[in-house]
């Protein structure tokens, strides 16, 4: 429901669920794996985005995992841009002891995005939390500014580019 709304907000034309166990992801990641690969093999994107594997949420740690399996280039050789991304209050707030952070290194301008991400964002109303969470409103977009001023832009989100082919 709520990303139905998000998705109407940005526009967007597309999404698919996989009809996965929400906060259930990480029991048996061959039920992520088998679907994500067929859902990959019949629409055949060139680019793919997932979480982070260091993500402080089991789901995110899953599926970043699954994600990373079923990129293999000889089994997807259709995709050639894989990007990781941020999830704020999850990315930033698990202990990095043995691990290694998000590190940004590809910037898109969200200047002329900022206000429609932030309606967006909000639809999620159980996802929302107060100041300073991370995910409220005032955090959201303080990451977007300094993500922003990471790359000279007022306004930026950030991925890490895992792999690309020119």
Same mark, same amino acid.
């Given at each position: 429901?709520?990303? %139905?709304?998000?998705?109407?907000? %940005?526009?967007?034309?597309?999404?698919?669920?996989?009809?996965?166990?929400?906060?259930?992801?990480?029991?048996? /990641?061959?039920?992520? /794996?088998?679907?994500?690969?067929?859902?990959?093999?019949?629409?055949?994107?060139?680019?793919?985005?997932?979480?982070?594997? +260091?993500?402080?949420?089991?789901?995110?740690?899953?599926?970043?995992?699954?994600?990373?399996?079923?990129?293999?280039?000889?089994?997807?050789?259709?995709?050639?841009?894989?990007?990781?991304?941020?999830?704020?209050?999850?990315?930033?707030?698990?202990?990095?002891?043995?691990?290694?952070?998000?590190?940004?290194?590809?910037?898109?301008? /969200?200047?002329?995005?900022?206000?429609?991400?932030?309606?967006?964002?909000?639809?999620?109303?159980?996802?929302?939390?107060?100041?300073? +969470?991370?995910?409220?409103?005032?955090?959201?977009?303080?990451?977007?500014?300094?993500?922003? %001023?990471?790359?000279?832009?007022?306004?930026?989100?950030?991925?890490?580019?895992?792999?690309?082919?020119?």
């Amino acid at each position: 429901k709520h990303s %139905m709304k998000a998705k109407e907000i %940005m526009g967007y034309h597309e999404s698919c669920f996989l009809d996965l166990n929400d906060e259930r992801l990480d029991l048996c /990641i061959q039920d992520i /794996i088998i679907p994500l690969e067929d859902y990959l093999i019949k629409t055949r994107p060139q680019i793919v985005y997932s979480p982070f594997c +260091n993500d402080n949420n089991q789901d995110h740690q899953a599926v970043a995992k699954a994600v990373q399996v079923v990129l293999r280039p000889s089994a997807v050789p259709f995709v050639e841009r894989w990007m990781i991304f941020e999830t704020p209050s999850s990315t930033d707030q698990g202990p990095l002891v043995g691990t290694f952070g998000f590190q940004a290194n590809v910037y898109y301008d /969200i200047g002329n995005l900022i206000d429609k991400k932030l309606k967006a964002i909000a639809s999620y109303e159980t996802e929302s939390r107060p100041y300073p +969470n991370p995910r409220s409103p005032d955090g959201i977009k303080a990451l977007a500014m300094k993500r922003g %001023m990471e790359c000279g832009l007022d306004y930026a989100e950030s991925f890490m580019l895992a792999r690309e082919k020119v």
